[in-house]
């Protein structure tokens, strides 16, 4: 009977050490991503959207790991992506620029992961790890706001589509806001392009009848203009 229970211990302990040998053997799982800085704020309320153009900010990727616990910096191993590529770009070093042709709020850039393990270390083939922070565009204010006078687009409806500026060749796609500045006294003409399933409604505040499209506006001082989408 003794040797039996012996017997009996010795593949427990056996079965033991092959699962810490195994266990050992398990590559690390990444967990979480967490990117820094969380928030960046690029421009003032006195300076033109042209002006902060190349401005950028390096962000930095973080990795919790699982299998021993440990955080690494994997900055380079991410997919970085813009939520708006008109306002913010981003590189595959992580490093965000303005572009200067639009300004506004919660633009979002993620850092992502594809892995084949979820975070508790579970297999899962295509699962994703993903981190964000949020990056702004402040839009100028008053008429001394740097070039000069101010055109804000704004959009209108349920459909969507494009905007596209002259002379400066900006295109802006609804819902996003879009801010340009212009020497006073440019006539500027604002061309709309419906989305495939959308048609083009109306402007408001333009110079040119409500249905006429392009329409065009001549900026002396800061205006706004709505562009309507069905």
């Known amino acids: 009977m003794n ?119 579970v297999s899962s083939s295509g699962a994703i790890v993903t981190g964000s922070m949020t990056a702004d565009v402040t839009c100028p204010t008053g008429s001394g706001s740097g070039s000069g006078p101010a055109l804000t687009l704004t959009f209108a409806g349920n459909g969507s589509g494009t905007v596209t500026f002259s002379p400066t060749g900006l295109t802006c796609s609804s819902p996003t806001p879009c801010v340009s500045e212009f020497i006073s006294g440019t006539v500027v003409t604002l061309t709309a392009a419906p989305s495939t399933g959308s048609t083009f409604g109306n402007w408001l505040n333009c110079d040119t009848p409500p249905s006429t499209n392009p329409c065009t506006v001549t900026l002396t001082g800061n205006e706004t203009v709505t562009a309507t989408f069905n």
Request: charged share 10%.
């Open 3 to 121: 040797r039996k229970w012996f017997a009996i211990a010795a593949l427990i302990v056996a079965a033991i050490s092959l699962l810490s040998v195994a266990s050992c053997g398990d590559p690390q799982t990444l967990q979480s991503i967490a990117v820094s800085p969380g928030t960046v704020t690029f421009g003032s309320s006195t300076s033109s959207v042209q002006s902060d153009t190349g401005l950028t900010t390096q962000l930095r990727a973080v990795g919790t790991y699982l299998h021993p616990p440990v955080t690494k910096d994997i900055t380079t191993q991410v997919i970085w992506a813009s939520s708006d590529a008109q306002m913010i770009t981003v590189d595959s070093t992580g490093l965000i620029t303005v572009t200067g042709q639009v300004c506004g709020t919660g633009t979002i850039v993620s850092a992502t992961v594809n892995t084949n393990k979820d975070g508790s270390g």
